[in-house]
């Protein structure tokens, strides 16, 4: 696990990381840590609208808007990055239908690491979801499965997989399973927390220690190890 002291060391080293997905809670959360932690030069947040999140962050910041539906056209937002986060992520409900989740959870993702790989990228985070399984008859787990199986693929220096529980934020519009899950789990999240949720704040820690230290080629990352890296 990473320590003060190398966290200080990576700052030195001067590299430059992406952030795509970060208007949603993890990302914004990683935004969050990653503005008060500093361990980048330079933090390229990608994302389809303006935001100006960057008047409220430091000057290593910078916005880039990206039209994701024709990536290739903005290869310039991921060069010089040699980190890469990846915390996009919707639902079947709020993209439009299995069409729209698709696009959004699998090709959007392939895409930006594609790209990010071919730029020179060797470090890529990935924000999955516990039980992801590229056999599931279930949509939602299949397209999770899919996705780590061909981030592996790409053969980065370094992959990172978290597959995070229930995640645990402020989230001001809060959808409808996650109030029924909230219920359903609260004594086991009262009892055994680290191994069913997670605090966004907690998954953006864990994240920012293994983007300085990574364990292996390729780790995958389940609910208490995320708990463990980010203490």
Do not use: W
Request: proline share 3%; net charge negative.
């Amino acid at each position: 696990m990473a320590t003060e002291e190398d966290l200080e060391a990576f700052q030195k080293e001067g590299h430059v990381a992406f952030v795509v997905g970060y208007t949603g809670e993890t990302g914004k959360e990683l935004v969050k840590a990653l503005s008060l932690t500093k361990p980048f030069a330079r933090v390229v947040l990608i994302g389809r609208r303006k935001t100006n999140v960057t008047e409220n962050l430091g000057p290593e910041f910078e916005e880039k808007i990206v039209d994701f539906d024709r990536l290739d056209d903005h290869k310039e937002a991921f060069s010089g990055c040699d980190v890469g986060f990846n915390c996009l992520g919707t639902t079947r409900a709020k993209s439009g239908g299995k069409e729209g989740f698709i696009r959004v959870d699998h090709d959007y993702v392939m895409n930006s690491a594609e790209l990010a790989k071919s730029s020179g990228c060797k470090r890529f985070l990935h924000v999955s979801s516990q039980g992801s399984n590229k056999n599931s008859c279930l949509l939602y787990p299949q397209t999770k499965g899919r996705v780590e199986e061909e981030l592996q693929e790409l053969q980065f220096d370094h992959l990172s997989i978290f597959r995070p529980g229930l995640l645990l934020c402020d989230r001001q519009e809060r959808r409808v399973g996650e109030r029924i899950a909230m219920c359903l789990l609260s004594p086991c999240i009262c009892c055994c927390g680290k191994y069913s949720a997670v605090s966004t704040e907690t998954l953006a820690a864990a994240m920012i220690r293994r983007a300085c230290q990574p364990n292996g080629e390729v780790e995958i990352i389940d609910n208490p190890t995320i708990h463990y890296i980010a203490s």
